[in-house]
Every structure is written in C-alpha cells, then in structure tokens.
C-alpha cells in the first residue's frame, strides 16, 4: 500500500507540473501571437451613393464612429486614442478611416468595408476585438449608407495622412479574450430590413441593439452577448465600469424601468431631453463618456424610451461619482 501510494502522489504531481507547463505554454502563445487574424470573406456589394443614403451614413457615422476616430484637428476620422475604455483591455488607438489610400481605407471595396463593420475582420484577416461596435443587427440599407458616407466627399473622410497618436497595445486580457471567449461575428447569410417607425417598440429594440447601448449599459462588457443582446446578464440595468476621460470610473446607468433605481419615473419627454440634450430630469447633466445625442429626432429617442419600458426591471443601485473637479480648481 505504500508503495502504491506513493506512485499516486508522484503520478499526481507530475500531472500537475504537466498543466502548469501546459497553461504557460498556452499564455506565452497568446501574448506572442497577440489578436489573431481570420481569413477575410467579404461579399460582392456595390453601393450606390445616393444622396439620401449620404445623408443617413454621415448620420451613423456621427453616432458610431466620429467618437473614437475623429482626429486632433476636430475634423478629420483619422483616429484618437480612446480613453473612455476601462484599463484592463490595455492602451487602445483608433484607426486613420479617411479615404487616403494607404493610411486609410481609400483602397477597401464596398464589400470589404460591409465586412468589417459587421464581423470586425479587416481585409488583411486582422481581428478588431470589443472596443470596434460590430453591426450584425444593422439593416442592409444603413451598411449601405455607412458605406456610401465613407466614399463620399465630406471633409471629414477627406484622404488624410495623418496617423493615429500613438499605436494600440491591447493587455493580455484582450489578446486571451481574443483567442477564446471573443471572436469574428458571422457574417448574416439572409437580408435584414429595420422595423418601421411607426412599431415604436420594435424600432427601439432595433437602435438600442444597433447603436450598441447594452454594451455599456449592462454590468460587464466581458458578459455581453453581441447576438443577442437580451440574453446579456442584468440586460441595461447598468454598473458598468467606464473611463471618464481624466482618469476615473463613471459607472453606467441603469436603463431598466425600475421605479427605484432606473429610469421608470422618466418621462417621455425627459428621457428624449437627457438622450438629445445631457440633461437628467433632476437638471443635473450627464456624464461622460455619455454624450448628448443630437443626431437622434425625437421620434427615435422617444423610440428608445417606449423599447426600455418593456424590458425587464432590474433593481441595481448605481451610485452617482463625484462631480469632476474642474481643472486649475483651488489653485
């Protein structure tokens, strides 16, 4: 019995150096290989740039995408470093998106541009891991119009060649994420049609989704399900950790229609003012990294608010920071 023993623990203890040695190898694979690459497989698309769809594109572009890639210059997309990131997914720096050929995406096909902004694979198979908003639940015609406003002639894609300030430097949480919980989204194999309009509650489900407000507004980006985004843990009640710009932690509201905690005292009306104008009902105004969103009409924002109201209430009090002190304050 000793004897038999004994063989136990050695065989036990060697297993055990075995995962170990099987675990470092596999972390020291991740952090060389960094965010993996996938082969591109964009489809034939042609937009045709009508001046509607100009219109509408510039309009998402503004929502979307002019955040984190407008330059230093306050005009041109030709990337910023994003600060309002929470610190663990590393140092991250936006991509040059003007039409310049080469530091641009002057050379990407319609098709490829489609393919991106809906699986985050760029045409050379490098992956943009969370901090890129995926479109998988955008309609054809608004990819379309992302598309047509990023060939088209406003100055803010005008080609430049600036490059970005700096260069991303994801931490090993991202590079691990990359490689496991996180990957390419699947490119959709059937149409997609927005709801219309006038189905408030459908057409506000289909913004939310789209303009990615459960990212932030739910508890966790780690937890979040891009594909669908109800099924995300504590689904928009808020508690998310994000960067407020100067180095501190705006938790993220909670959005459910909680008497107590969210947001089911709001009216209509007030919830349209805080979206379009950062102001809360109480007067006081939003914090950053939320915007106001004056792109929006009122009928969209009022979309939103009738979508959040059926959604499930969750009781999670996030506690309002601190206002921010402002800067040479006390000196």
Request: net charge neutral; with cysteine; glycine share 10%.
């Amino acid at each position: 019995m000793p004897n038999t023993k004994k063989k136990i623990l050695r065989g036990a203890g060697a297993a055990l150096i075995l995962l170990v040695a099987a675990v470092a190898a596999l972390a020291a694979f991740v952090e060389i290989d960094g965010i993996p690459r996938y082969a591109a497989r964009p489809p034939e698309l042609h937009v045709e740039a009508t001046p509607a769809r100009v219109a509408h594109g510039k309009k998402l572009v503004s929502l979307l995408c002019a955040g984190c890639h407008q330059g230093t210059d306050g005009v041109h997309l030709t990337g910023q470093r994003i600060a309002d990131l929470p610190p663990q997914f590393g140092e991250i720096v936006s991509k040059n998106i003007t039409r310049h050929p080469d530091k641009g995406i002057g050379r990407w096909t319609d098709g490829e541009i489609a393919y991106f902004l809906r699986t985050g694979v760029r045409p050379d198979g490098q992956y943009v891991p969370g901090w890129m908003i995926k479109l998988p639940h955008a309609s054809d015609e608004d990819i379309a119009s992302i598309v047509a406003f990023l060939r088209s002639d406003d100055p803010s894609v005008a080609p430049s060649d600036a490059d970005p300030p700096g260069k991303t430097r994801p931490s090993f949480l991202s590079k691990a994420l990359a490689h496991g919980v996180f990957g390419p989204l699947p490119y959709p194999e059937k149409p997609i049609v927005a709801p219309p309009r006038s189905d408030r509650v459908a057409y506000g489900r289909y913004l939310v989704f789209n303009l990615d407000c459960f990212s932030c507004h739910s508890p966790d980006f780690l937890k979040v399900d891009a594909l669908h985004p109800e099924s995300t843990p504590g689904y928009m009640s808020g508690g998310n950790p994000l960067g407020d710009g100067r180095g501190g932690i705006v938790p993220s509201r909670n959005l459910t229609p909680d008497p107590e905690t969210g947001i089911g005292r709001w009216s209509e009306a007030e919830f349209v003012r805080a979206v379009k104008g950062g102001f809360r009902p109480d007067g006081k105004a939003l914090r950053y990294p939320m915007l106001p969103r004056a792109e929006l009409d009122d009928d969209e924002a009022g979309a939103i608010w009738a979508y959040l109201r059926t959604i499930p209430a969750i009781r999670r009090d996030v506690p309002r920071p601190a206002e921010p002190v402002a800067d040479g304050a006390g000196e």
